[in-house]
């Protein structure tokens, strides 16, 4: 395909979390750089959901905030469109932010208790001066019904309104400047599993009435599956695997996938025997050496303790295994 | 004009008559008198000029004959009786109290005024900013700490004496204490400002604005402001309390407002003076409104700061 929409290359993102200089020098102790993103490379086409899956502190959110701006890299580059972002200023990157909205995981914190809902809503299209006087108004009206709520509902304050509700409001803000691409960072966590679904497929009707692109953020595996076109696996900031959603589910290539994916509890209650997770995601201030998995892979290799593994093509995507180079994984 | 007027929702009044603040106000009995007394000082204060018998500071209405009248009792030699007796100068007690309880409300009013001002908009950059910005004023709000306020309102009043002309010095003596005590309170107001502000700017709602490139003023003004205003209200209240004991202790050592517009503090000094002789009228009655008027408005902030917090629920 050769519509891609975002293309990432490289991204890399340390956080310096040393001690103060005063008690490094007493301490003898050398800065600390957590890294939280190391090398991730990743397309998304015009149209589709990209879901980035991977355990807590995996470094999901992360690379969704240096998407939409509010991090900067500390290596690599984010294309939007073919314009190289996080370089460009004024009238540019105010046009380029017009183009990308973000909805967030909370409901409770990312609506403004202190704003009214029309308030809310009427945000970018002011500062982006999509529309003016009574138009705004009207466009506010209008997106509250998009998100299955009333155009009364705009004189009231977050407060009044449940959980879902107020993710509908999220999702409102985040259309009201007609965004082409939407970053979802884990956008059903905070709900209750019976509104999850109603927002997700909320979600998947406005892709589809608008041309959105979702990059979806998530660590549960049935909410990616049911959304999702194309999966980025993510190990310790680094991506371990993309690839096809409907392949990664049913064959896929890296020992952490094939791990995540036994832990998934089993409603159907097939008589699978569900495999646990086994161990922790290690320390991301001290990582590994070589690939980053080793020290839970049921597979190992003497090699895979010394080198990091590069990414390379499989059968549904790309993965970087150290296994893969040789034979498929038995 | 507003996406109010689209909903149906009650109006203003009726909303602010519903909230958990009215209610607990309605259902405590201490917030209700103190209110009650907060008010009826501030009012016959507001309304002095209507209220009073005469205006005190007005010589041509005073009669020297008339001094010492005790409360309630015809004078000596004028007949006139006065309801809180008179002073050695024939003024009116509760006139003078009136007019006092002006000056000293206005000076406490207006010193919060400025600490707050000052205050949040510290915290507010402080917060916001961090780094070494945050250092710098954090670290001169310390040193601030360290001088009891009342030294450092004595510093201050006396710096500017050393500036002003003699002739201004009477006309400018109530903005230099309303300016000494409200630089001397606002490193409070920086503080919790600063700390709530810290919280608030890590919220989704604030990057969702900065998202958007909203300006960082903007950001700051319109989105973390008014959810750090709830324990800014409370130090507010407590602090109109503290600033109107500040003035009144100035004022008491001769430093605060000059006798030609006495506040109750310059009341209570110039009585003090009497009260051997057994005029204990022209000390009394200042120092009761005095201690009904910080008493009250203390008592307002602790129930304000316990009805906010939902813990004490």
Not at chain 1, 38 to 44: G, L, M, V
Not at chain 1, 124 to 134: M, V
Not at chain 2, 213 to 230: E, F, Q, Y
Request: net charge neutral.
């Amino acid at each position: 395909m050769a519509d891609t929409v975002l293309q990432v290359a490289g991204l890399t993102r340390y956080f310096d979390v040393s001690k103060p200089w005063l008690n490094r020098v007493l301490e003898r102790e050398e800065r600390q750089f957590l890294t939280a993103v190391d090398d991730a490379s990743f397309e998304i086409e015009r149209g589709e959901t990209f879901a980035l899956v991977g355990e807590s502190g995996s470094g999901k959110s992360t690379i969704a905030k240096m998407i939409v701006g509010l991090l900067a890299p500390s290596r690599g580059t984010i294309a939007f469109d073919g314009e190289p972002m996080h370089i460009q200023q004024g009238a540019a990157m105010r046009n380029l932010r017009r183009r990308f909205q973000m909805i967030f995981q909370d409901p409770f914190a990312s609506l403004n208790p202190r704003w009214r809902v029309g308030e809310i809503i009427a945000e970018p299209i002011r500062t982006f001066g999509i529309a003016s006087g009574a138009e705004v108004e009207r466009e506010v009206a209008r997106l509250l019904e998009v998100v299955g709520l009333s155009a009364t509902d705009a004189g009231k304050f977050p407060h009044e309104f449940s959980g879902g509700q107020r993710q509908r409001i999220a999702i409102a803000r985040a259309l009201s400047s007609k965004p082409e691409f939407i970053v979802c960072d884990e956008p059903t966590s905070a709900l209750d599993v019976s509104v999850q679904a109603q927002i997700l497929n909320l979600m998947r009707d406005l892709q589809d009435e608008f041309g959105l692109t979702y990059l979806l953020i998530s660590h549960d595996l049935s909410v990616v599956r049911h959304m999702a076109n194309r999966i980025g696996v993510l190990y310790l900031g680094r991506l371990v695997e993309i690839a096809d959603s409907k392949r990664l589910f049913t064959d896929p290539q890296h020992p952490y996938t094939r791990m995540l994916l036994d832990a998934v509890p089993d409603l159907a209650l097939s008589g699978r025997r569900r495999t646990p997770v086994t161990g922790e995601i290690p320390n991301p201030i001290n990582p590994p050496s070589g690939c980053a998995f080793h020290p839970r892979c049921p597979h190992v290799m003497e090699r895979c303790k010394r080198e990091i593994p590069l990414s390379r093509p499989t059968a549904t995507g790309t993965a970087a295994c150290h296994l893969l180079e040789d034979a498929p994984v038995a | 004009m507003s996406l109010s007027d689209q909903s149906k929702t009650p109006g203003r009044l009726a909303r602010a008559w519903d909230s958990d603040i009215a209610w607990s106000f309605r259902h405590s009995p201490v917030a209700l008198v103190a209110g009650a007394v907060s008010l009826l000082i501030i009012l016959a204060a507001a309304f002095a000029p209507l209220i009073a018998p005469h205006d005190p500071f007005d010589p041509s209405t005073l009669n020297l004959m008339d001094g010492f009248s005790a409360p309630m009792e015809p004078n000596a030699f004028t007949g006139n009786v006065y309801w809180l007796g008179t002073d050695n100068q024939g003024r009116d007690v509760f006139s003078t109290i009136l007019y006092g309880a002006r000056i000293s409300l206005f000076v406490g009013f207006a010193a919060v005024l400025l600490a707050m001002v000052l205050g949040i908009a510290a915290g507010l950059v402080a917060g916001y900013r961090g780094g070494w910005v945050d250092g710098l004023l954090m670290r001169v709000a310390d040193v601030q700490l360290t001088f009891p306020s009342i030294l450092l309102a004595l510093l201050i009043f006396g710096i500017a004496r050393g500036f002003i002309p003699p002739a201004y010095r009477e006309e400018m003596a109530i903005w230099v204490l309303i300016v000494a005590i409200g630089l001397s309170d606002w490193v409070q107001y920086a503080r919790v400002v600063r700390g709530a502000t810290m919280v608030e700017k890590n919220k989704e709602y604030v990057q969702a604005a900065k998202l958007i490139g909203a300006h960082p003023a903007k950001i700051v003004l319109r989105h973390i402001l008014p959810n750090v205003l709830g324990p800014v209200l409370v130090i507010a209240t407590i602090g109109l309390a503290l600033a109107i004991i500040a003035e009144a202790t100035l004022s008491f050592l001769g430093v605060g407002v000059p006798p030609t517009q006495p506040s109750l503090g310059t009341l209570i000094r110039i009585g003090q003076g009497f009260l051997f002789s057994g005029e204990w009228w022209i000390l009394l009655f200042p120092s009761i409104t005095l201690l009904a008027l910080a008493l009250s408005v203390n008592l307002l902030g602790d129930w304000l700061r316990d009805a906010l917090n939902p813990r004490l629920r």
